[in-house]
């Protein structure tokens, strides 16, 4: 479990082919990884990976082709920089929202334009995934916890305040940017739970 509140940007070392999925070495900046142990989750990009091997600053991690085919970590190379958040622990403050680090699907950015001192960014977001997106409810993008500002049919636009600008992969998004999407995870349940009771 994550909360969307990004701890650092890192960058992808390396992408290596192993029977027909890929290891990636994650270099997690200034995340450090004291308090992770092999097995433990880390959302790169807000896809939870399982770290595999630690070493100093940097870990690895095994990435399924369905991983890949749903990600943008399918077109990772080495030198991406991306988004680093560790697993959520007992005690810790709920800053964002409920994240899973399980990417429902990937979008891309349509426009942005200066809004004040915040740049405002509208996404396309896939068909199968625009009824989860709700005015003012939250939505998890390249692992950054963002309130939604409007929706219109398969768009939805946010704005994006200097901190969030100063550290995470959002302040190099233009028009075409590929972003990994998680939903708000309630509005699934939600959903699921009303279909069960018709």
Not at 46 to 64: E, I, K, N, P, R
């Amino acid at each position: 479990m994550f909360t969307g509140i990004v701890q650092g940007v890192g960058r992808i070392r390396s992408v290596e082919p192993c029977g027909g999925d890929v290891t990636l070495w994650i270099e997690t900046g200034p995340v450090s990884l004291d308090d992770v142990q092999v097995g433990g989750s880390i959302a790169v990009g807000g896809a939870c990976l399982t770290a595999t091997q630690l070493d100093d600053h940097a870990f690895a991690a095994d990435v399924s082709r369905e991983t890949l085919s749903l990600t943008t970590l399918g077109a990772a190379v080495a030198g991406t920089r991306v988004n680093i958040e560790k697993a959520l622990t007992a005690g810790q403050a709920l800053g964002g929202h409920y994240v899973t680090g399980h990417i429902d699907g990937v979008g891309r950015v349509v426009s942005r334009h200066d809004d004040a001192r915040s740049v405002r960014v509208e996404f396309e977001v896939p068909a199968e995934l625009a009824r989860y997106v709700a005015r003012k409810g939250s939505v998890c993008v390249d692992g950054v916890s963002l309130t939604v500002n409007g929706v219109q049919g398969c768009r939805f636009d946010v704005n994006l305040v200097p901190h969030t600008l100063d550290l995470t992969t959002l302040v190099d998004c233009g028009p075409g940017t590929a972003v990994n999407l998680e939903v708000d995870i309630i509005a699934r349940y939600l959903e699921r739970m009303l279909e069960a009771g018709r």
